[in-house]
């Protein structure tokens, strides 16, 4: 039994992974 997720889901779960990578990006700048 497959169930697609709604949109809302989708385009949330795709702004946590940008947020995710802008954070990773910051990290990697601040390191010397």
């Known amino acids: 039994m497959y169930i ?3 949109v ?3 385009a949330a779960l795709a702004a ?3 947020l995710e990578e802008v954070e990773r ?4 700048e ?3």
């Open 8 to 10: 809302s889901l989708i």
């Open 4 to 6: 697609v997720p709604p």
């Open 16 to 18: 946590v992974a940008q």
């Open 25 to 28: 990006a910051v990290i990697q």
């Open 30 to 32: 601040k390191r010397p």
